[in-house]
T-cell receptor, first 115, second 115 residues
Framework: NAGVMQNPRHLVRRRGQEARLRCSPMKGHSHVYWYRQLPEEGLKFMVYLQKENIIDESGMPKERFSAEFPKEGPSILRIQQVVRGDSAAYFC?????????????FGPGTRLTVT | AQSVTQPDIHITVSEGASLELRCNYSYGATPYLFWYVQSPGQGLQLLLKYFSGDTLVQGIKGFEAEFKRSQSSFNLRKPSVHWSDAAEYFCAVGFPGGSQGNLIFGKGTKLSVKP
């Protein structure tokens, strides 16, 4: 049973370009979470999605960032017009359902570098 | 506001020595508690979790953690550290009744192991 898959593992973008990060949850999982890890920091929650629904986006920056989890295919975190401050590791996690226990399984992350 | 504190940024122990990593949280009730480990360039692996019941929980790789309600703490312990335990350790908390699925992470403790 494959774990949470993220691609690409490393992504380099110039300032002003768009970054698309993909996350395939574990088989049977219908909940996806995105976190951002800045250098020397812990993970910060960004957004929580179920299929075709955004449940909680309280951690998403108001501009340039968006996320989706379509009926078919992976979840996508999209960053438009990237800036140097967007350089970070972005982690996706998944869970089978919201059972109230918050247990999440993490992918290996995408390390975004903005030059 | 709810928060998680890991007071030690970096700890160095000798191989074979015991280890305790500290974690404190701020919340009015009992949260869900987790410890994750992150090796360099990797994603997060769940070591153990506490939801309710016995306050001493056993995890993988010989780790254990004890929930102390009176101290709002969930410290991670290992009786004898191995060189392969060198990594970064994150305490994470879920607050029941709060944002669904939103884990709050401490800033992490980096563990170095001396031969």
């Amino acid at each position: 049973n494959a774990g949470v898959m993220q691609n690409p593992r490393h992504l380099v973008r110039r300032r002003g370009q768009e970054a698309r990060l993909r996350c395939s949850p574990m088989k049977g999982h219908s909940h996806v979470y995105w976190y951002r890890q800045l250098p020397e920091e812990g993970l910060k929650f960004m957004v929580y999605l179920q299929k075709e629904n955004i449940i909680d986006e309280s951690g998403m920056p108001k501009e340039r960032f968006s996320a989706e989890f379509p009926k078919e295919g992976p979840s996508i975190l999209r960053i438009q017009q990237v800036v140097r401050g967007d350089s970070a590791a972005y982690f996706c996690a998944s869970s089978p359902s919201f059972q109230g226990d918050y247990e999440q399984y993490f992918g290996p992350g995408t390390r975004l570098t903005v030059t | 506001a709810q928060s998680v504190t890991q007071p030690d940024i970096h700890i160095t122990v000798s191989e074979g020595a015991s280890l305790e990593l500290r974690c404190n949280y701020s919340y009015g009730a009992t949260p869900y508690l987790f410890w994750y480990v992150q090796s360099p360039g990797q994603g997060l692996q769940l070591l153990l979790k506490y939801f309710s019941g016995d306050t001493l929980v056993q995890g993988i790789k010989g780790f254990e953690a004890e929930f102390k309600r009176s101290q709002s703490s969930f410290n991670l312990r290992k009786p004898s550290v191995h060189w392969s335990d060198a990594a970064e350790y994150f305490c994470a908390v879920g607050f029941p009744g709060g944002s669904q699925g939103n884990l709050i992470f401490g800033k992490g403790t980096k563990l170095s192991v001396k031969p």
